[in-house]
């Protein structure tokens, strides 16, 4: 079946630093990535989306591109802040008659002033 | 209020107790999801309700019922409930078609004593 794979937290960085956090995913499909974001004591909100390969999805200064050839769908961001301190999920979305979101286990960012 | 609403946000029951989590969507969307969020595990999808009809259970125990009297309602029923389903419920919609973006609730952070 359809499964995402990311890297392990917590990712730990200071302000101002690079971020990468990688994702791969398995899929019989053709399907859409995502990347949620879940802050402490919330619900997961998109961050952002590509829907075929080669797509590049960005947002608040995150960026993640869709590489069908490597099943890869790792975010970026060039210069992290402390309020970025969350937990990051990538997800696929399979269509099979209704739309079903595949998570990953997420990764915890964590961003020291 | 708009978007997805959740109550309660926290929720202690016993093993004996029923409970009901109830979730409110304002986005006329038609789709209508279930997630549980374990410590250290992808979210694992529980039911989908299309059009107020079930179109997923995804081998859930039965001492969790599900309920979608309108498109913008749904219930998860508890009763008789164990230790290791505390977690963090999330309910989410969407529109009903392929690849589209889906808006989650804030969850209801539950522990079963």
């Known amino acids: 079946g359809d499964s995402v794979t990311q890297m392990e937290g917590p990712v730990t960085l200071s302000e101002e630093a690079f971020l990468t956090i990688n994702c791969t995913y398995t899929?019989?499909?053709?399907?859409?990535l995502f990347w949620y974001v879940q802050y402490p004591g919330e619900g997961l909100q998109l961050l952002l989306k590509a829907t075929k390969a080669d797509d590049k999805g960005s947002n608040k200064g995150f960026e993640a591109t869709y590489r069908k050839e490597t099943t890869s769908f790792h975010l970026e961001k060039g210069s992290v802040q402390v309020s970025d301190s969350a937990v990051y999920f990538c997800a696929l979305s399979d269509y099979t008659g209704f739309q079903k979101l595949v998570f990953g286990t997420g990764t915890r960012l964590l961003v020291s002033p | 209020e708009t978007g997805v609403t959740q109550t309660p946000r926290h929720l202690v029951m016993g093993m004996t107790n029923k409970k009901s989590l109830k979730c409110e969507q304002h986005?006329?969307?038609?789709?209508m999801y279930w997630y549980k969020q374990s410590a250290k595990k992808p979210l694992e999808l529980m039911f989908v309700y299309s059009l107020e009809e079930r179109v997923e259970n995804n081998s859930v125990p039965s001492r969790f019922s599900p309920e979608c009297p309108n498109s913008s309602h749904l219930f998860l029923h508890l009763h008789t409930l164990q230790p290791e389903d505390s977690a963090l419920y999330l309910c989410?919609?969407?529109?009903?078609?392929?690849?589209?973006?889906?808006?989650f609730g804030q969850g209801t952070r539950l522990t079963v004593v």
């Open positions: 986005l006329g969307h038609n789709a």
């Open positions: 899929a019989t499909g053709y399907p859409s």
């Open positions: 989410a919609s969407s529109q009903d078609s392929a690849n589209t973006e889906a808006f």
